[in-house]
T-cell receptor, first 116, second 113 residues
Framework: DARVTQTPRHKVTEMGQEVTMRCQPI?????VFWYRQTMMQGLELLAY????????DSGMPKDRFSAEMPDATLATLKIQPSEPRDSAVYFC??????????????FGEGSRLTVL | DAKTTQPNSMESNEEEPVHLPCNHS???????IHWYRQLPSQGPEYVIH???SNVNNRMASLAIAEDRKSSTLILHRATLRDAAVYYC??????????????FGKGTKLSVKP
């Protein structure tokens, strides 16, 4: 089965450290989303790419977060420096977006980040 | 983004149908109605989507009101595995930044044996 792969699955780090999360979208998908989920805020959209171009990163704290797609098989989300309030589960999702249908997103299993 | 309103929680009995409502009174003509669900300790998964007509797939049915200001996700026979948070989301069809998917709080469905 094709699936979205996220690494690492779990990460514990200390405040101030750099954290990089990686996502391999499903081959052929042209749309990638990054979400963050906490109990308090629920699922928050951080970034949205189509054909590797960022279309919406308004939900992302620009001073410390950055999202990129170096190529079609890799999306990265970087936090530098990390803070305890960044502790959350980070989900990557990919899909195929065109004019003839809605968007069926496939989610990865998530990266659980704990910042001490 | 057009917003949706869902009940915070619902209960169902196993093997009975479940109707999950969603109000979206400010929907625009190009907004697709999507439903996703999130099982405990998992990422969200796609359930179904539609624009104007009712839709059926192996997981569920989507009934869309004629004025499109509301919709209902129908699970025909609830199982214990259907216990999850169900999200109703509007997405502008192939818009630029408006083509994103914004999740709300959803409806937490409990299924009793």
């Amino acid at each position: 089965d094709a699936r979205v792969t996220q690494t690492p699955r779990h990460k514990v780090t200390e405040m101030g450290q750099e954290v990089t999360m990686r996502c391999q979208p499903i081959l052929g998908h042209n749309t990638v989303f990054w979400y963050r989920q906490t109990m308090m805020q629920g699922l928050e959209l951080l970034a949205y790419f189509r054909n590797r171009a960022p279309l919406d990163d308004s939900g992302m704290p620009k001073d410390r977060f950055s999202a990129e797609m170096p190529d079609a098989t890799l999306a990265t989300l970087k936090i530098q420096p990390s803070e305890p309030r960044d502790s959350a589960v980070y989900f990557c999702a990919s899909g195929l977006s065109d004019r003839t249908r809605g968007l069926e997103l496939f989610f990865g299993e998530g990266s659980r980040l704990t910042v001490l | 983004d057009a917003k949706t309103t869902q009940p915070n929680s619902m209960e169902s009995n196993e093997e009975e149908p479940v109707h999950l409502p969603c109000n979206h009174s400010t929907i625009s003509g190009t907004d697709y109605i999507h439903w996703y669900r999130q099982l405990p300790s998992q990422g969200p998964e796609y359930v179904i989507h539609g624009l104007t007509s009712n839709v059926n797939n192996r997981m569920a049915s989507l009934a869309i009101a004629e004025d499109r200001k509301s919709s209902t996700l129908i699970l025909h026979r609830a199982t214990l595995r259907d216990a999850a948070v169900y999200y109703c989301i509007l997405r502008e069809h192939y818009g630029g930044s408006q083509g994103n998917l914004i999740f709300g709080k959803g409806t937490k469905l409990s299924v009793k044996p």
